[in-house]
Nanobody, 114 residues
Framework: QVQLVESGGGLVQPGGSLRLSCAAS????????MGWYRQVPGKQRELVATIRPDGRTTYPDSVKGRFTISRDNAKNTVYLQMNSLKPEETAVYYCNAKATQDYWGQGTPVTVSS
């Protein structure tokens, strides 16, 4: 079956960095658009970054220049490097795989706090 397993979340101070990973199995990884989203309780899930099979990336203005998404098709893994983190970016971060179907991971919590 399809699994997306996120890791790398945790507690970080404001201005700090974290690198999230998402390991995929059960899908032909290289054909999927991979994405990272985040959600705070009571709010809608929001897009953080996407990377297409050809490597093209998209980011909302709120994270552009600070976050970098990348993928390793040989390892079926997508990464999110997050720099200069802000307290308001505390959320559960979710991995998404999108092609003809949509798959989600279970999420990894990120807390930005001093």
């Amino acid at each position: 079956q399809v699994q997306l397993v996120e890791s790398g979340g945790g507690l970080v101070q404001p201005g700090g960095s974290l690198r999230l990973s998402c390991a995929a199995s059960g899908i032909i990884f290289k054909i999927y658009i991979m994405g990272w989203y985040r959600q705070v309780p009571g709010k809608q899930r929001e897009l953080v970054a996407t990377i297409r099979p050809d490597g093209r990336t998209t980011y909302p203005d709120s994270v552009k220049g600070r976050f970098t998404i990348s993928r390793d098709n040989a390892k079926n893994t997508v990464y999110l490097q997050m720099n200069s983190l802000k307290p308001e970016e505390t959320a559960v971060y979710y991995c998404n795989a999108k092609a003809t179907q949509d798959y989600w991971g279970q999420g990894t919590p990120v807390t930005v706090s001093s």
